[in-house]
């Protein structure tokens, strides 16, 4: 391990935090001031695909931070949720996570998720995965259930689900890795620390 190097996580998200910390990673968390609504409606101006905003928001985050602290690696991370070319926001409320249910329901949806690795505001890699899942054809009965059920939690996700708990009854059909579909390409960042020596090989 490079003791010299410190890691940082250029995010405000429990869950990406939660990740690195359950893998054993040692960082800081440091929250961007990244004025994410802006950047995605320039984006979408330009007719970038969901995939590229997610990108260009992960670098974006580490970038910043990163000019604050020299010589610190600097993670960033985004996600963002596209179905039949709609843009998905986190839902500002309960009834914003039901409508957001409601048009998800029996479609398939995806979950471009990037991660970003930056050093003295240069990016020295980047990863962006593709998660595919599919919601089944649940009643309107089903979701005012699952939402009493899952509570505020809900308003935390892009989705308005949460896999790792009940939202798990949400799907049919999930393409993708777990890591990644909570927020963070989790192994091939945790491959890019070990070759970099950030973490034991």
Not at 66 to 92: N, R, T
Request: charged share 20%.
């Amino acid at each position: 391990m490079n003791p010299a190097r410190p890691l940082i996580l250029a995010s405000a998200s429990k869950s990406r935090s939660a990740l690195l910390r359950a893998a054993g990673v040692a960082f800081d968390v440091i929250p961007p001031q990244t004025d994410e609504d802006s950047v995605k409606a320039v984006l979408k101006a330009k007719g970038a695909s969901a995939a590229d905003c997610a990108e260009t928001l992960a670098e974006l985050k580490a970038v910043q931070i990163s000019k604050q602290y020299d010589h610190a690696l600097v993670i960033g991370a985004d996600q963002m949720l596209e179905c039949e070319g709609a843009w998905f926001d986190k839902p500002a409320d309960m009834d914003g996570a039901r409508q957001h249910l409601l048009a998800l329901r029996g479609k398939t949806h995806v979950l471009p998720t990037a991660v970003a690795v930056v050093l003295n505001g240069a990016r020295l890699w980047h990863h962006v995965a593709l998660p595919r899942l599919t919601m089944r054809g649940f009643s309107d009965a089903f979701i005012d259930s699952y939402l009493k059920t899952a509570g505020p939690k809900v308003l935390t996700s892009v989705g308005a689900y949460q896999l790792e708990g009940p939202g798990a009854q949400l799907f049919s059909r999930i393409e993708g890795d777990f890591f990644t579909i909570l927020g963070l390409p989790l192994l091939e960042l945790l491959a890019y620390l070990r070759a970099h020596e950030v973490v034991e090989q």
